[in-house]
Each structure stands twice: as C-alpha cells, then as structure tokens.
C-alpha cells in the first residue's frame, strides 16, 4: 500500500512558477514510476507528466512540454513537478500517481493505482 500527499498547490499569476511535491509513504516508491495528472472544472483527468523509476525517463503532455519539469528523489520517496510559464489553462487540480511498474513511462490512469487527494493550482490571468 502506497500513501501519496501532494502539496505546494496554490493561486499564482500567469507566467509565474510553482513547484508541486508528492511524498510517498507505506510502500515501495523508488521501484515505481511515478506520474502527475490534472482535472480542470468540468473537464476528464488528463496525463501532465511521468518520471520511471530511477528518473532516467520522463515523458510529457504536449500542452506542458518545455514548460514543466518532473523529477523525483527516491531517498526522499518525493517526487516533484516544477511548473513555469503558468498559463490560466494549467488552472486544475493536480494528482501524483503510482504506476505498478517502474521501468516505463505510461500515460493511462488505468496504469496507475495509487493515487493522492489533488492539490489545486489556479493561475489568474
């Protein structure tokens, strides 16, 4: 069993940065590829970003490609996503996810079976 807590969420303005933590307890993280996904208003969870296991793959969703960045730290069990040049449309909550597999960067919710409760990012414009 896998506990996920996201923090760092918050209301910044447009073009501006935050910086996203999920520290992972009870279970084995740094064999596991972790992912961050997003839900705005209205609209179905979508893939953000991933990182495997040892972060030598990471993969990204068109829209936040050269803007995020996703890494982890396994002595910490944390991973992180560095978000700049926030747009308003980045406005969603944000989940970090584990994946059952370590070794592939996988962009399905499906793939992914624990989960944390989200933190909101709202980017005013």
């Known amino acids: 069993q896998v506990q996920l807590v996201e923090s760092g969420g918050g209301l910044v303005q447009a073009g501006g940065s935050l910086r996203l933590s999920c520290a992972a307890s009870?279970?084995?993280?740094?064999?596991?590829?972790m992912g961050w996904f997003r839900q705005a208003p209205g609209k179905e969870r979508e893939f953000v970003a991933g990182v495997s296991w040892s972060g030598s793959s990471t993969r990204y969703s068109d829209s936040v490609k050269g803007r995020f960045t996703i890494s982890r730290d396994n002595a910490k069990n944390t991973v992180y996503l560095q978000m700049n040049s926030l747009k308003a449309e980045d406005t969603a909550v944000y989940y970090c996810a584990a994946d059952r597999v370590g070794f592939v960067v996988r962009t399905s919710m499906s793939a992914y079976d624990y989960w944390g409760q989200g933190t909101p990012v709202t980017v005013s414009s």
């Open positions: 009870g279970g084995t993280f740094s064999s596991r590829t």
